[in-house]
């Protein structure tokens, strides 16, 4: 993960740290949460607000199971490029699966702390927890999507170029590689300079 990526991904972290106990509160008030369409396969935000222990450790449970179907998917992805050659596809989605399994490590970590939580009947805890694996899966979204922009045809098309030569009609004919002939120059006689010895 380059630290450019870091740096935004705990920006991400912070910023839905800081507002886990107010972005529960406020997304139980209708009137004040814009309509929002899940993602697939995610529950809708106001529905997280009410969402209990067991349902926080499925829905997490979830997450991880995304995770780690997209990082089946990207490994098949690099096997491919990697099977083609292709160096820049191999690149590009290497360090797409290496992000994937990183948050996949985290995510896992996470939902053990969540599942610590759980026992203690920590709820501030347990937000916090379910709020990071939340952000972690919308970072997997947004990775899948990556990923299947390393493998797009537009970008790495090798075939598609057509090269059309025009050449300007004022252009000399000769070849440049063959000099022409030079006539032979007439030396014009210089007498030698008188002498005062003669």
Same mark, same amino acid.
Request: aromatic residues 4%; hydrophobic residues 35%; charged residues 15%.
């Given at each position: 993960m380059t630290r450019r990526m870091r740096v935004i991904l705990g920006s991400v972290i912070a910023i839905g740290l800081a507002t886990s106990g107010l972005g529960f %509160? =406020? %997304?139980q008030n209708d009137d004040e949460v814009a309509e929002e369409a899940p993602a697939e396969g995610e529950v809708d935000v106001r529905r997280r607000a009410n969402l209990g222990p067991q349902e926080q450790l499925q829905e997490a449970r979830a997450i991880q199971q995304r995770g780690t179907d997209l990082s089946r998917r990207v490994s098949a992805m690099l096997d491919e490029a990697r099977q083609e050659r292709d160096i820049i596809r191999v690149t590009c989605v290497n360090d797409k699966l290496t992000q994937v399994n990183a948050n996949l490590r985290t995510v896992e970590q996470r939902i053990d702390n969540l599942e610590d939580a759980v026992e203690a009947d920590d709820s501030s805890r347990r937000n916090h927890e379910f709020t990071v694996i939340t952000v972690l899966g919308q970072k997997f979204v947004v990775l899948d999507r &990556? %990923?299947?922009?390393?493998?797009?045809q537009d970008i790495f098309e090798t075939g598609a170029t057509r090269v059309i030569t025009e050449i300007d009609p004022d252009t000399p004919t000769e070849d440049?590689?063959?000099?022409?002939?030079?006539?032979?120059? !007439?030396i014009p006689? !210089?007498?030698?300079? &008188?002498? =005062?010895t003669i």
């Open positions: %509160a =406020g %997304a &990556e %990923a299947a922009q390393c493998i797009g440049p590689r063959t000099l022409p002939d030079i006539p032979p120059g !007439v006689f !210089v007498p030698p300079p &008188e002498s =005062g």
